[in-house]
Structure formats: C-alpha cells, structure tokens
C-alpha cells in the first residue's frame, strides 16, 4: 500500500492559496459595485511632505529646494590630507631598558609611541626632537626621531 502524497503541509498551503484568491475576487467585485455607485475614487494617492509626513494633499512647487547636481557626492568622501612629516615634540617617557617611550606634541597635545628602532638619535626623557608619523598598531607612532638641539 502506498502513501498518499497529500500531506497536512500541502492541504493548508492550498487552503490559503484559495482563501487568497477568494479575498481578491471579492475586493474586485466591490469595487465594481462602488464603480457603479459612483463611490468608487480613482486618485488614491497619498503624498509625503518636506517633513516626511503623510498627506492627502500635494507638495507646493513654491517649497522646493534647487540642489546643483555638482554638490552631490556620490561615492567615498575624499580624504583630508593629514601632516606626516615635519613634527616638533617633547619626549614625555623613554624606557631604555625596554626600548620604547611617548613623545608628547605641545601644539595639540597628542602622544606618540615610539620605539628604539625608528630613533636616529639617542634620546632621553625631556630632550626635544623632530619627528614623523606612520600608522601603528594602535594608532599613528613616531617615526624617524632626531633630537633637536
């Protein structure tokens, strides 16, 4: 004896699919029938305003704001060019043992990490260097470090 190939799953999916068609001739006819009486209304629109609200009504022309074009960017935002070189800081700490220290700019007090290895000079806590910055691990670290005299 075989399975009948009519599952629950299927009768309700066919259940449904035939309520739906039901409803929509149903609707159809109603709108017939208020067609026919003159209450049926054909502009059914419904327009949103300059501040994203619903309205029955049309946006006044008057209200529009011009936008050029040109002005729109679409796409990534060009990048600000960043100053990379050319820095002037105060070495804040320097641990010689470890080999690295953080190098204080007055101007916008913003800590640098630098280590040994990008120093050209030998430095120490207090002196002033010249220096520039690469992006580091954890933010931008100083690079080429020359004490000033």
């Known amino acids: 004896m075989a399975k009948s190939q009519q599952t629950f799953n299927k009768l309700e999916k066919e259940k449904k699919r035939l309520k739906k068609r039901e409803d929509k001739r ?8 208020a067609k026919a009486n003159g209450e049926y209304v054909v502009n059914e629109f419904v327009y949103v305003d ?3 609200n619903f309205t029955d009504t049309p946006p006044d022309p008057n209200d529009k704001e011009r936008i050029n074009a040109e002005n729109i ?5 060009k990048k600000e060019e960043v100053k990379t070189s050319g820095f002037i800081g105060k070495v804040n700490f320097f641990d010689h043992s470890k080999g690295f220290g953080f190098i204080i700019d007055p101007e916008t007090q913003e800590k ?18 010249q220096f520039d910055t690469i992006k580091g691990a954890k933010g931008l670290n ?3 470090v020359k004490k000033i005299i």
């Open 73 to 77: 960017v679409v796409g990534v935002p």
């Open 142 to 144: 100083a690079s080429k």
């Open 50 to 52: 300059y501040n994203g």
């Open 112 to 129: 640098y990490f630098v280590h040994v290895s990008e120093c050209l000079d030998e430095i120490s806590e207090g002196d002033k260097v």
């Open 26 to 33: 149903k609707k159809m006819l109603a709108r017939k029938e």
